[in-house]
């Protein structure tokens, strides 16, 4: 890898050339399989991955089992950043929902080159902020609204990050993204096939209609959006894509 542009990410192509050269010699392409686990909540971070396509959720884990999705990547952003603040075990546990491709680079190799370069902290600096920004106002939502209009966010969410109407989720992921039971799930997508925000519910895909499930969403899809967008244009290079989080360069 010589330039960033050709990686796909959002974060690495609004790096200048200098400063991603000190990212380029650690950076390794992965692969990222669908529900594959990245990382464990409590377990030390060892990589900073940084997607090219596909969608990573963060999901807390509660000591009683249950789970719940707190925010989604994409070739915005990265996973494993917080390092940079210290050493200390994974506050999350992170899940590929939607499989693409990554390029990642060990904690200590990336550690060196954040120490050496001001674009790269200010890079990190942004994309940790616009994280605050959804583990914020998800949570606000989670407490505020219905779960049918949540689960039309994540469904927003994923469809913004992989830019087609054919979602890789099943009903069991999002009964673990929104921290309910399956059965609840599959009420929840009878009504929103029944108002045409979801087209088909066939094994491990979903069909969305994104017009009418951004009706049946709560405002919170389109606030984030902009919100993190604001936030991400700050780091983005003269050359690059501005237009959000679903732009990405192909593989």
Do not use: Y
């Not at 940079?84 to 590929?96: E, H």
């Amino acid at each position: 890898m010589t330039r960033a542009g050709e990686i796909g990410n959002r974060l690495l192509a609004a790096l200048p050339p200098g400063d991603f050269a000190l990212l380029a010699p650690g950076l390794e392409r992965v692969a990222l399989d669908q529900d594959a686990v990245l990382s464990r909540m409590g377990d030390q971070v060892e990589h900073v991955v940084f997607p090219h396509s596909g969608v990573i959720s963060l999901m807390i884990d509660m000591a009683g089992g249950q789970t719940v999705g707190s925010a989604v990547v994409g070739c915005e952003g990265a996973l494993g950043t917080l390092s940079v603040l210290g050493s200390s075990p994974s506050a999350i546990t992170a899940v590929v929902r939607a499989a693409g491709t990554a390029s990642r680079m060990s904690v200590s190799r990336f550690h060196a080159a954040f120490s050496r370069s001001p674009a790269i902290r200010r890079a990190v600096q942004s994309h940790i902020t616009a994280m605050l920004v959804q583990l914020q106002l998800g949570g606000a939502c989670n407490a505020l609204h219905p779960v049918e209009a949540r689960m039309a966010r994540w469904l927003l969410g994923f469809r913004d990050r992989i830019d087609t109407d054919v979602l890789p989720l099943t009903q069991e992921a999002l009964s673990e993204i929104l921290g309910v039971r399956r059965t609840t799930v599959t009420l929840l997508m009878r009504n929103l096939r029944a108002s045409g925000a979801i087209r088909s519910d066939r094994r491990r895909h979903i069909e969305v209609d994104p017009m009418r499930l951004a009706a049946a969403a709560c405002e919170c899809h389109g606030m984030i959006r902009l919100e993190v967008e604001k936030i991400l244009s700050t780091v983005a290079a003269p050359s690059s894509d501005p237009s959000l989080i679903g732009s990405r360069s192909p593989d």
